[in-house]
Every structure is written in structure tokens, then in C-alpha cells.
């Protein structure tokens, strides 16, 4: 078979006949028959050889989103070929800001944000009998160099095409890895992935949104990241360093279990109504779109305000609404297959909004702040002046081996959790840099909500824990304050963050941020697990 090693033996990592090519389909489903053991989770192998290719198909990963790629010898035939390592990509939009000039004030141009292309790194595989002989880090080495430069030749080959159409009046015709390209092509010859618009008119060939102002596609990627399963030094060695890899627990069941949402807006309801007000809304489908490009104007703001501060750029992964819905489209297979008959939910996560009495009203919030507020309309006295806090958190499921009798191995993971009030003058840790500051107690009742939604919405689906990647200073208090049992966990060897950076100043990293070669920051930002792929 193709896969197997030539009688004549193997060649040596290094040799530099080895080459980048992208897989056939046969080759693709050798891969997926092969790692299904270690990667299948709940899926018995056929489910898994239907949901790789259905994952290929999403918005995020359509049309060249997602490449997968092979290390192979150089003119060996697609079927008769060595696959000697593989791995996928996801193409993903990113947001940056660059520090001040050395000696600026801090309010010059590199205060703008930015935004390009970056390459998420997944699936990671040898097969078995080539393990040992440094194959995929040979494979790592050469796609680090290869998706630096990536976005040019997709947008080439977009050019290329649409001559193409335009000279022939043809359609043209996808292969499995949605390139239009020969699958044998090797990256850097033009023939690679077109670009995703995804149905969108703000979006450019790459699939993502045009600065503003700006014309011309990026020639270059911004960084590439890939979240490591075999710890955190293997990965750094290629350069892809560490980053920020800690998670707070919430287990779903306890001896004592906390109060769920009704219980919450019950007792909140007999209390005093002119005090404040809570209500809840549910994230779905149809508004996720609306709260992403709130997310991301916020963001945006974030990023500025701490390059301008820290004076170290600072990078996050656009939260755009595709990449929620990869996530979805993920828990959505599994469901369908481990939960005959039963439809996942709607709800896709919570919103949270505290309206109360501004700082310069005569009657502050009261203590107390799960039980002396009123819920849902109940509101803020009448002439008085109002504050509001808002909160969301975005979530999925994930499902392990037994998943519908062993909830040990299902966690409910919140991808995306967004502090958002009328008070936009905060730092990082949710401390005031100007302005009124933020009611501690509002925050921790729209906080106390948030999570207990995530707990219901964890139990309904046997799963036994909320997860909820690098929370800051802020949210860890509000976790500290909420009386919920919890352990903060630091991750050493699975799911471990890990970027490569392309951008101003070059690559490089640490844990927390990581430096360039020419000893420029860089800091991750929103760090969170809608960033995973």
C-alpha cells in the first residue's frame, strides 16, 4: 500500500527529497482509519470517517479553510507514496496592536489595530511505522516556513482561477481538500487554496473581513498556533513556544450542589424591586452574529489599550461567528450519534444583564448580591439613574468514550466569556483606569447567573464539569466570590496553547507572551478555548 514504508528502507528527516503534499482521499481516510483510536472520543470509526469530511464542509472550513497536509518523498505517485506524517489547518482571522515607538506617548499610529490571517495546526499524526525518525518534526519545520507565506498563494491561486473562469466560462471543480488544485501539489507553486468568502460581502478572498481602508490582501500570515497534547517542550523545539494553559473547574454535581438559574431568580425576585434588575438571555444561532461583533468592537479596544500600556503587542483571535459555529457543528455529529433522537440544544449559551441605581445615585446596590435584587422586570426606581453591567459567555460540549453513561468524561467547555458594561475605561483585570468604576456586586450576580446557566446546561447533557480556559484576575475573583466549588487546574501536557509568530518584530514565546527576536512581546489576549482547533 502507499502508506508503507519502501522495501529499500526509509529515508533519514532530513533528507531533502522529503517534501509537503496534500493528501488524496484515500490517503486522508487511511489517516482518519489509523487515529480513530486515539482521537474517535465517542464515535465508533465509521461516525468518525463521516464527521472528518462533514467538519471540513463548515463555513470556517470550506473552500480551502481547512488544508491537510502530508509529508512525503518528492515525485512519488498519490496511492504508491510514503505518507511519513500529517496534519490539518484552519484558516482563521486575527486581530493585533503593535506598542508605541520606544520614547512615543503612546497615542502615534501603532496604536491601530490590525487584523490578518493566521493558521491553526491540528491532528498532528505519524503512523505507526514511521514513528521514531523525526517525521513530523521535519513536517513542522517545513509548514512553519510554508504558512508564513501562505495567504500570497491562496490569493495567487485565487487570482488564477478567476482567469480562469473568466477565459473559459467554466465552473470550476473542488477536490477533497477544497483547493481546485492537483491533490499531489506541493505548497509554494501557486496551486494551493482559493479563498472563503462565506457568503459575505465585508469578507475579501481569504475569508476575512477587509480593514478598513485597506485594498490589497496580506501577502504574509500573522502567526500560526496549535494546541499540543504531548506537553509543552516538544512543540517550543519547532516554534510553536507555550502560552498561558490554566483552566478553572466547575464540577456539575456535588454533595452540596449550588442553586440553579430558577433558584437564583427566585430568591432575587423577593427582594427589594427598586434596587436593581437581572435578566437572562439565551445565546443562539440567531443572535450569536450580534454579540460577536460586539465582542470583537470591545476587543478591538482591549487590544489597543494594553499594547498602549503593557508596550507589548498585543494579538487575539477575531471571535468571529464561524469559528462558534465549527464548535457547535462538532457537538452537534456527536449528539446526533451518542444521543439517538434527542436534538442538541438550542441554547448555545448566556446572556446577563444587572441594570442598578449609577455610582451618584443616593441608593447603591444593596449587599448581597445573588439574593437582594429583583429579577427580570423588576427594575431600577423610577428617575433614578441607571448603570449596567452585562455579561456572556459562549459554550459547547464535548463528549468523551461511554458519554451517555459516564458524565466523568463530558465537559461543557464556555469557548468565549465577555464582560461588557457602560463603563469602557477598565484595564485587563476589570480595575477602573478612568471613570466610574465597576460595581463589584453587579458583577458578581451577572457572573453567578452566567455560570449556573452553564451548570444546568452541563447536567441536562451528562457532563461533569464546566471548563473555562485562562480566566484573568477578574474573573477569578468573580469564581472566588461565587461559592461554587472549584479547582484551578495548569495544564501541562494536553490542550496546551502554542503560537508561532510571523508578525511585526518575528517569532518566538513564553508562557503568558512570548518574545521576538528582536525582543518585542507579543501577549495572547482572550486566550480562551474558541481560539482551539
Not at 496592536?97 to 489595530?113: F, H, I, K, L, R
Not at 483552566?247 to 442553586?259: G, I, R
Request: a neutral charge.
Amino acid at each position: 500500500m502507499g502508506s508503507l514504508a519502501a522495501d529499500v528502507g526509509y529515508p533519514d528527516a532530513s533528507d531533502g527529497s522529503l517534501v509537503l503534499a496534500h493528501p488524496t482521499a484515500a490517503e486522508m481516510e487511511r489517516t482518519w482509519r489509523l487515529n480513530h483510536r486515539e482521537w474517535g472520543g465517542a464515535l465508533d470509526l465509521e461516525s468518525y470517517l463521516q464527521r472528518e469530511p462533514f467538519l471540513a464542509s463548515t463555513a470556517l472550513t470550506a473552500d480551502g479553510g481547512m488544508m491537510h497536509w502530508i509529508l512525503t518523498e518528492d515525485g512519488a505517485q498519490p496511492g504508491q507514496r510514503s505518507v511519513l506524517a500529517s496534519c490539518e489547518t484552519i484558516r482563521k482571522r486575527v486581530l493585533y496592536a503593535e506598542p508605541p515607538a520606544e520614547g512615543g506617548s503612546g497615542n502615534d499610529s501603532t496604536g491601530e489595530v490590525r487584523e490578518g490571517l493566521s493558521y491553526g495546526v491540528g491532528s498532528v499524526y505519524t503512523y505507526p511505522e514511521f514513528r521514531g525518525r523525526k517525521y513530523a518534526a521535519r513536517m513542522l519545520r517545513d509548514l512553519g516556513a510554508v504558512l508564513k507565506t501562505w495567504p500570497g498563494e491562496e490569493e495567487k491561486t485565487r487570482k488564477k482561477r478567476a482567469q480562469a473562469r473568466g477565459s473559459q466560462g467554466q465552473s470550476h471543480h473542488h477536490d477533497v481538500n477544497g483547493t481546485g488544485a492537483k491533490t499531489d501539489d506541493k505548497p509554494g507553486n501557486g496551486n494551493a487554496a482559493n479563498g472563503n468568502s462565506n457568503g459575505n460581502g465585508n469578507m475579501n478572498g481569504n475569508g476575512c473581513a477587509k480593514p478598513q481602508g485597506a485594498g490589497a490582501v496580506a501577502e504574509e500570515a500573522v502567526c500560526s498556533a496549535l494546541w499540543s497534547d504531548i506537553g509543552k517542550r516538544f512543540y517550543a523545539s519547532k516554534g510553536w513556544p507555550a502560552f498561558a494553559s490554566e483552566h478553572v473547574e466547575v464540577p456539575s454535581s456535588s454533595p452540596l450542589p449550588a442553586p440553579g438559574v430558577a433558584t437564583l431568580l427566585e430568591r432575587a425576585a423577593l427582594a427589594r424591586p427598586h434596587l436593581a434588575s437581572l435578566a437572562l438571555r439565551p445565546v443562539t444561532a440567531g443572535n450569536l452574529a450580534r454579540l460577536c461583533a460586539e465582542d470583537e468592537a470591545r476587543l478591538r479596544r482591549q487590544l489597543a489599550r494594553h499594547a498602549r500600556a503593557a508596550r507589548r503587542t498585543a494579538f487575539a483571535f477575531a471571535p468571529d461567528p464561524d469559528v462558534f459555529r465549527w464548535h457547535w457543528a462538532r457537538e452537534e455529529f456527536i449528539v446526533a450519534r451518542v444521543f439517538p433522537g434527542r436534538a442538541a440544544s438550542e441554547v448555545r449559551g448566556m446572556e446577563a444583564v444587572v441594570t442598578y441605581p449609577s455610582p451618584s445615585s443616593s441608593t447603591p446596590i444593596s449587599n448581597g448580591a445573588s439574593t437582594d435584587v429583583a429579577a427580570e422586570t423588576r427594575g431600577v426606581g423610577e428617575g433614578q439613574a441607571e448603570s449596567r453591567t452585562r455579561m456572556w459567555a459562549v459554550w459547547t460540549r464535548n463528549f468523551g468514550a461511554d458519554a451517555a453513561s459516564n458524565p466523568a468524561k463530558n465537559t461543557l467547555y464556555i469557548l468565549r466569556l465577555v464582560i461588557d458594561d457602560d463603563d469602557d475605561n477598565n484595564d485587563d483585570c476589570g480595575n477602573s483606569v478612568g471613570g466610574a468604576a465597576r460595581d463589584p456586586k453587579a458583577l458578581q450576580l451577572a457572573f453567578d447567573a452566567i455560570m449556573h446557566s452553564a451548570l444546568d446546561a452541563a447536567r441536562a447533557w451528562h457532563c461533569g464539569a464546566v471548563h473555562l480556559w485562562n480566566p484573568t484576575p477578574a474573573v477569578r475573583r468573580l469564581v472566588a466570590g461565587s461559592g461554587l466549588a472549584h479547582r484551578f487546574v495548569d495544564r501541562e501536557v494536553d490542550s496546551i496553547p502554542s503560537m508561532m509568530w510571523y508578525g511585526p518584530g518575528g517569532g518566538g514565546g513564553g508562557d503568558g507572551g512570548s518574545k521576538s527576536g528582536k525582543g518585542q512581546a507579543v501577549d495572547w489576549i482572550a486566550n480562551e478555548k474558541y481560539c482551539w482547533c
